[in-house]
């Protein structure tokens, strides 16, 4: 079996620099991105229904208001695929940077669209055309974020850790996008809210934007991709051969993440539509438990990352599978129990355990897919979960909990999902202490992939 032949990165002090750079880089913009992905959901759950379906009985509103939240992971894949092939073809950064401009201008436009009474249903038009905009933005970030993170450490055995950092961005969006509507919430009336005050966060989307480009324009290129334009091993077809060649490393990608990204969007988003209308908790309340356990998960991300250094990032993930697996039911009897303090711990506990996947999960996915089609091969697979988990998650269990009034039936549901990343993690393969740049060209077929010149000397 034959392998592109890469040349190690040097380990001067400037190109130590340099990596730093791209991986700070990669966080911040990352963070920024789930910033604009999360505040919808946030705002979505609260008042959305009421603003931009407003002749609708509560349940329904609150459907349809999710519904344009699912929107925005359907067309995750569609960025996945446009960015992928761009961010293989012509690189990491100046992809990278089209789609924070891409995320960040439909936030701002989010925050200016007036609601139901004033022009009727384009509103919600407008809102589901602008989620649409977020869901291909942020399709096409986290392919590249995680590209750029590990292949400037392309060649040590901390990947996990740098991995890590990009999804380190997610809570740290989280972070920002409560810690910036819980300000908004207490600087008015609940009147002065449902009008102007939660326009107030998408329109501070801009400043960040600023802040976004002016890291990401000064970073380099990876090496591992400027190695493969030097050698011209750049695939023609980055996506085609994607699918090709490394379909179930794809097909396994989107399977891994399913017991991982339905679980959060439960843990966060649905969280507050529950905690609000079934358990009459205060939306402050349930606002200062996430921030509590976005904090935290600050701290579990990476650690989980560095873990996987050590134990290997398969056995990292299969323990943290199981662990969601034993979590779902204790989870919903804790909030059910209306004790403020056993919310406050389900909720941090809730974050831990999903860190435990979405720590060493960057690197987990990067490591199945040689360079020439990383972009594209991981932000497919990523991204295909959009519809087949993280989407869904807050419908179906809108759903399971109006049909069988119990939660009982969303746990059994959170069961099922962890079950799945758990049989299709363990048959990833774990490529944690393999050479990052030099892996096999095809695992499914001995052939090299098309369009990509390859080098016998070095032995897979």
């Given at each position: 079996?034959?392998?592109?032949?890469l040349?190690?990165?040097?380990?001067d002090?400037?190109?130590?620099?340099?990596?730093?750079?791209?991986?700070i880089?990669?966080?911040?913009?990352?963070?920024?991105?789930?910033?604009?992905?999360?505040?919808?959901g946030l705002?979505?759950a609260?008042?959305f229904?009421?603003?931009?379906?407003?002749?609708?009985?509560p349940?329904?509103?609150?459907?349809?208001?999710f519904s344009?939240?699912?929107?925005?992971?359907?067309?995750?894949p569609?960025?996945?695929?446009i960015?992928?092939?761009?961010?293989?073809?012509?690189g990491?950064?100046?992809?990278?940077?089209?789609?924070?401009?891409l995320?960040?201008?439909?936030?701002?436009?989010?925050g200016?669209?007036?609601?139901?009474?004033?022009?009727g249903?384009?509103?919600?038009?407008?809102?589901t055309f602008?989620?649409?905009?977020?869901?291909?933005?942020?399709?096409?970030?986290?392919?590249?974020?995680?590209?750029?993170?590990?292949?400037?450490?392309?060649?040590?055995?901390?990947?996990?850790?740098?991995?890590?950092?990009?999804?380190?961005?997610?809570?740290?969006?989280?972070?920002l996008?409560?810690?910036?509507?819980t300000?908004?919430?207490?600087?008015g009336?609940?009147?002065?809210?449902?009008?102007?005050?939660?326009?107030l966060?998408?329109?501070?989307?801009?400043?960040?934007?600023?802040?976004?480009?002016w890291?990401?324009?000064?970073?380099?290129e990876t090496?591992?991709f400027?190695?493969?334009?030097?050698?011209k091993?750049?695939?023609?077809?980055?996506?085609?051969?994607?699918?090709?060649?490394?379909?179930?490393?794809?097909?396994?990608?989107?399977?891994?993440?399913?017991?991982?990204?339905?679980p959060?969007?439960?843990?966060?988003?649905?969280?507050?539509?529950?905690?609000?209308?079934?358990?009459h908790?205060?939306?402050?309340?349930l606002?200062?438990?996430v921030?509590?356990?976005?904090?935290l998960?600050?701290v579990?991300t990476?650690?989980?990352?560095?873990i996987?250094?050590?134990?290997?990032?398969k056995?990292m993930?299969?323990?943290?599978?199981?662990?969601?697996?034993?979590?779902?039911f204790?989870y919903?009897?804790?909030?059910?129990?209306?004790?403020?303090?056993?919310?406050?711990?389900?909720?941090?506990?809730s974050?831990?355990?999903?860190?435990?996947?979405?720590?060493?999960?960057?690197?987990f996915?990067?490591?199945?897919?040689?360079?020439?089609v990383?972009y594209s091969?991981?932000?497919?697979?990523?991204?295909?979960?959009?519809?087949?988990?993280?989407?869904?998650?807050?419908?179906?269990?809108?759903?399971?909990l109006?049909?069988?009034?119990?939660?009982?039936?969303?746990?059994?549901?959170?069961?099922?999902?962890?079950f799945?990343?758990?049989?299709?993690?363990?048959f990833?393969?774990d490529?944690?202490?393999?050479?990052?740049?030099?892996h096999?060209?095809?695992i499914v077929?001995?052939r090299?992939e098309?369009g990509?010149?390859?080098s016998?000397?070095?032995?897979?």
């Amino acid at each position: 079996m034959t392998a592109i032949a890469l040349g190690k990165p040097g380990h001067d002090s400037a190109q130590a620099r340099h990596a730093r750079r791209a991986v700070i880089a990669a966080t911040i913009g990352t963070m920024i991105e789930w910033y604009d992905f999360y505040l919808y959901g946030l705002v979505a759950a609260l008042i959305f229904g009421k603003l931009y379906f407003p002749s609708h009985e509560p349940f329904a509103a609150t459907l349809l208001s999710f519904s344009t939240f699912f929107l925005g992971f359907v067309a995750r894949p569609f960025g996945a695929l446009i960015f992928g092939h761009y961010g293989d073809r012509i690189g990491r950064k100046g992809t990278l940077v089209a789609t924070l401009m891409l995320m960040g201008v439909s936030t701002v436009l989010i925050g200016l669209i007036p609601t139901y009474e004033s022009i009727g249903i384009w509103g919600a038009v407008a809102l589901t055309f602008l989620r649409v905009l977020q869901g291909v933005g942020v399709g096409g970030e986290w392919g590249g974020a995680i590209s750029v993170a590990t292949e400037w450490s392309a060649f040590n055995k901390k990947r996990g850790l740098a991995g890590s950092w990009p999804q380190f961005g997610s809570p740290l969006g989280l972070l920002l996008a409560v810690i910036v509507l819980t300000a908004v919430t207490h600087a008015g009336s609940a009147e002065w809210f449902e009008t102007i005050g939660w326009r107030l966060p998408f329109l501070f989307s801009a400043v960040l934007i600023g802040v976004g480009l002016w890291i990401r324009l000064g970073v380099l290129e990876t090496p591992v991709f400027q190695e493969m334009k030097k050698k011209k091993q750049i695939a023609k077809a980055p996506v085609l051969d994607a699918v090709r060649f490394h379909w179930r490393e794809i097909l396994l990608t989107c399977l891994i993440r399913t017991g991982q990204q339905a679980p959060f969007v439960i843990f966060t988003t649905f969280l507050l539509s529950y905690g609000t209308g079934t358990l009459h908790l205060e939306r402050p309340f349930l606002f200062n438990a996430v921030l509590a356990a976005s904090c935290l998960s600050l701290v579990t991300t990476p650690l989980f990352g560095y873990i996987s250094d050590r134990i290997g990032r398969k056995r990292m993930y299969l323990i943290g599978a199981a662990t969601m697996l034993l979590f779902a039911f204790p989870y919903y009897w804790m909030l059910n129990t209306a004790v403020p303090a056993v919310i406050v711990v389900a909720v941090m506990l809730s974050l831990v355990v999903h860190d435990m996947q979405y720590g060493p999960q960057a690197a987990f996915i990067a490591e199945s897919f040689p360079p020439s089609v990383r972009y594209s091969g991981c932000s497919i697979g990523y991204q295909l979960a959009s519809l087949t988990s993280g989407g869904p998650a807050p419908i179906i269990a809108t759903w399971l909990l109006h049909t069988y009034g119990t939660s009982t039936a969303i746990s059994s549901y959170l069961a099922v999902i962890a079950f799945i990343s758990l049989v299709s993690a363990a048959f990833l393969r774990d490529r944690s202490h393999e050479d990052y740049g030099a892996h096999d060209i095809s695992i499914v077929d001995d052939r090299p992939e098309p369009g990509i010149s390859v080098s016998p000397s070095v032995a897979s």
